[in-house]
């Protein structure tokens, strides 16, 4: 929110740990955590429920029909101090996660283990970034997993990995000025080509030409990534 422009609107409110819930999307169930571990003081409601305090806001330049939306993301939730604004972020991330609801074979730990033990063997040092609940180089995993659930199983793990070299490229690129893994002007148009292959069972990942190669990536095996899957 623009710190800058004036806020109107109600004061502080009760409401129910549902709603509360509702406006952090979390759970119902998260919020009560909270409330038993102290993170959340509430107070006794009529019926014995507890009620947590909010405030609501909107812009002052927002009209009449914005008031569905008066509980802005810049509410304040009186927490303890516990409860920061980073755990609150990562419950709401390991939700997020939760409603993609892939139920296909492959294994959602594992492809992003993989893929990101591969880039970081080849990023410049100062560059690596280690995955996030699901987030590798900027691609967000399970969310691929769940879009792409109607696609062959190689074709989608190939997929994702050309996804996540394009953004490493661009990421890296952000530090060194140069169209990473290429020199600037080794290219029409910049950065590299990005290519991958299905075969003999595993999925073979490069930048650059397929013939000469800029760079290429350890491949990954179909297997490796498949629920169940045990390295001998």
Same mark, same amino acid.
């Given at each position: 929110?623009?710190?800058?422009? %004036?806020?109107?609107?109600?004061?502080?409110?009760?409401?129910? *740990?549902?709603?509360?819930?509702?406006?952090?999307?979390?759970?119902?169930? $998260?919020?009560?955590?909270?409330?038993?571990?102290?993170?959340? *003081?509430? !107070? %006794?409601? *009529?019926?014995?429920?507890?009620?947590?305090?909010?405030?609501?806001? /909107?812009?002052?330049?927002?009209?009449?029909? $914005?008031?569905?939306?008066?509980?802005?993301?810049?509410?304040?939730?009186?927490?303890?101090?516990?409860? @920061? /604004?980073?755990? &609150?972020?990562?419950? /709401?991330?390991?939700?997020?996660?939760?409603?993609?609801?892939?139920?296909?074979?492959? #294994?959602?730990?594992?492809?992003?283990?993989?893929?990101? /033990?591969?880039?970081?063997?080849?990023?410049? #040092?100062?560059?690596?970034?280690? +995955?996030?609940?699901?987030?590798?180089?900027?691609?967000?995993?399970?969310?691929? &997993?769940?879009?792409?659930?109607?696609?062959?199983?190689?074709?989608?793990?190939?997929?994702?990995?050309?996804?996540?070299?394009?953004?490493?490229?661009?990421?890296?690129?952000?530090? @060194?000025?140069? +169209?990473? %893994?290429?020199?600037?002007?080794? =290219? !029409?148009?910049? =950065?590299? *080509?990005?290519?991958? !292959?299905?075969?003999?069972?595993?999925?073979?990942?490069?930048?650059?030409?397929?013939?000469?190669?800029?760079?290429?990536?350890? %491949?990954?095996?179909?297997?490796?990534?498949?629920?169940?899957?045990?390295?001998?």
């Amino acid at each position: 929110m623009d710190e800058q422009m %004036p806020l109107a609107g109600s004061g502080p409110r009760l409401v129910s *740990p549902a709603e509360f819930a509702a406006v952090l999307r979390v759970t119902e169930d $998260d919020v009560r955590e909270w409330i038993g571990q102290g993170k959340l *003081p509430f !107070e %006794p409601g *009529p019926d014995g429920e507890p009620l947590l305090r909010i405030t609501e806001e /909107r812009r002052a330049d927002e009209g009449p029909s $914005d008031a569905a939306a008066a509980i802005s993301a810049s509410l304040v939730f009186y927490s303890t101090g516990e409860l @920061t /604004r980073e755990k &609150l972020d990562g419950r /709401r991330r390991e939700r997020q996660v939760e409603s993609y609801d892939y139920d296909g074979p492959i #294994d959602l730990g594992a492809l992003v283990a993989a893929l990101s /033990r591969r880039m970081a063997a080849v990023v410049p #040092d100062g560059s690596e970034e280690a +995955p996030h609940q699901g987030v590798v180089y900027g691609v967000d995993v399970p969310a691929a &997993l769940a879009g792409g659930e109607d696609r062959g199983v190689e074709e989608l793990v190939a997929g994702i990995a050309e996804r996540v070299m394009e953004s490493a490229s661009e990421r890296v690129a952000d530090d @060194t000025a140069e +169209p990473w %893994p290429a020199r600037a002007g080794q =290219f !029409e148009g910049g =950065f590299p *080509p990005v290519g991958t !292959e299905v075969r003999d069972g595993a999925v073979w990942m490069w930048w650059g030409l397929r013939e000469s190669p800029v760079l290429e990536l350890e %491949p990954l095996l179909i297997e490796e990534v498949l629920t169940g899957f045990t390295a001998s």
